[in-house]
């Protein structure tokens, strides 16, 4: 569980990078420091030549040491003048209203299932960051992830975006039957969903098991964003299976395909569910699936 965050703004293009703790000392800090300053090189090829912060945890002799080993200088505002770094301190403050935001949205859509635990509250701030990046400002025009990257986007992963912290239920990456509506159980496979992978170079969303807690990449999820699964008092089950069926036609992501050369010879499938959104049946099938696999296999050998 992580207990804080150290919250990196790029003066030049205002881009926000958030780097999650399990505690705030200097070593952790440093280690935020040193991963952020890693990725930053990776996604634009850009090194920190200075740092301006608080007299907070930034004063630690560690954190120090480690801006004089890379060749950085650093400055600090005032004591009590968080004005000196107005840019800076409204944005993060921005990227936590829109994370507070979120989360009692959340919870006042929906109170089940741990849906509204404060301790969500990392992803919720991942994912204001990962908006904020990724709107235009209004005297420029332009993203701040435009500005960091220098390319040009079409926007279309905020047309992909979903509300954070609604419910979504989770399918298998294939369909079996071209592109009709497999059959699958509403309350096994609702899971949550928490914003977007950062392990993926598309927009793969992080969805949170109800039932374990555990959060996992999901490749091909039905996005409920006005939570009306969630309250159904008085609908029947053939006014919840269409209210199902249309979520499954408008708001379904795929995010993964199977991928053939130009010989037709399948190259990548996308990996098979967890057998945590499976049921019991679904489980017995698989492993009799895997079983049947291991017999050929061992007979060609």
Same mark, same amino acid.
């Given at each position: 569980?992580?207990?804080?965050?150290?919250?990196?703004?790029?003066?030049?293009?205002?881009?926000?990078?958030?780097?999650?703790?399990?505690?705030?000392?200097?070593?952790?800090?440093?280690?935020?420091?040193?991963?952020?300053?890693?990725?930053?090189?990776?996604?634009?090829?850009?090194?920190?030549?200075?740092?301006?912060?608080?007299?907070?945890?930034?004063?630690?002799?560690?954190?120090?040491?480690?801006?004089?080993?890379?060749?950085?200088?650093?400055?600090?505002?005032?004591?009590?003048?968080?004005?000196?770094?107005?840019?800076?301190?409204?944005?993060?403050?921005?990227?936590?209203?829109?994370?507070?935001?979120?989360?009692?949205?959340?919870?006042?859509?929906?109170?089940?299932?741990?849906?509204?635990?404060?301790?969500?509250?990392?992803?919720?701030?991942?994912?204001?960051?990962?908006?904020?990046?990724?709107?235009?400002?209004?005297?420029?025009?332009?993203?701040?992830?435009?500005?960091?990257?220098?390319?040009?986007?079409?926007?279309?992963?905020?047309?992909?975006?979903?509300?954070?912290?609604?419910? !979504?239920?989770?399918?298998? $990456?294939?369909?079996? #039957?071209?592109?009709? @509506?497999?059959?699958?159980? +509403?309350?096994? *496979?609702?899971?949550?969903?928490?914003?977007?992978?950062?392990?993926?170079?598309?927009?793969?969303?992080?969805?949170?098991?109800?039932?374990?807690?555990?959060?996992?990449?999901?490749?091909?999820?039905?996005?409920?964003?006005?939570?009306?699964?969630?309250?159904?008092?008085?609908?029947?089950?053939?006014?919840?299976?269409?209210?199902?069926?249309?979520?499954?036609?408008?708001?379904?992501?795929?995010?993964?395909?199977?991928?053939?050369?130009?010989?037709? !010879?399948?190259?990548?499938? $996308?990996?098979?569910? #967890?057998?945590?959104? @499976?049921?019991?049946?679904? +489980?017995?099938? *698989?492993?009799?699936?895997?079983?049947?696999?291991?017999?050929?296999?061992?007979?060609?050998?």
């Amino acid at each position: 569980m992580f207990h804080g965050c150290t919250i990196f703004r790029d003066a030049a293009t205002k881009y926000i990078h958030v780097q999650n703790q399990v505690s705030l000392g200097a070593g952790e800090t440093v280690n935020a420091k040193v991963s952020f300053e890693s990725w930053l090189w990776e996604e634009a090829r850009v090194a920190i030549k200075h740092y301006h912060g608080d007299n907070g945890i930034f004063t630690a002799e560690l954190f120090r040491e480690s801006c004089t080993e890379e060749g950085q200088t650093q400055s600090f505002s005032g004591v009590g003048a968080q004005h000196q770094n107005a840019e800076a301190e409204r944005a993060i403050q921005t990227v936590m209203y829109m994370a507070r935001s979120f989360m009692i949205h959340t919870a006042l859509n929906w109170g089940e299932f741990g849906s509204d635990d404060l301790s969500l509250w990392s992803f919720a701030v991942d994912h204001a960051a990962w908006l904020y990046n990724r709107i235009p400002q209004r005297t420029s025009g332009l993203t701040p992830l435009e500005m960091l990257t220098k390319c040009k986007t079409d926007h279309s992963d905020l047309l992909r975006t979903h509300v954070w912290g609604c419910p !979504v239920f989770v399918l298998e $990456p294939k369909l079996q #039957d071209g592109k009709k @509506l497999p059959k699958w159980n +509403r309350r096994a *496979r609702m899971g949550q969903f928490l914003g977007f992978s950062k392990q993926h170079s598309s927009t793969v969303a992080l969805v949170r098991n109800l039932h374990t807690g555990y959060v996992s990449p999901q490749y091909h999820v039905v996005f409920d964003d006005n939570f009306e699964t969630v309250f159904h008092d008085g609908k029947s089950d053939d006014q919840l299976q269409k209210l199902c069926n249309d979520l499954f036609a408008n708001n379904r992501d795929c995010y993964v395909e199977e991928e053939y050369d130009e010989d037709g !010879v399948l190259l990548y499938t $996308p990996p098979p569910l #967890d057998e945590v959104w @499976l049921s019991e049946p679904e +489980r017995c099938e *698989r492993r009799h699936a895997l079983d049947k696999q291991r017999i050929r296999t061992e007979r060609r050998e």
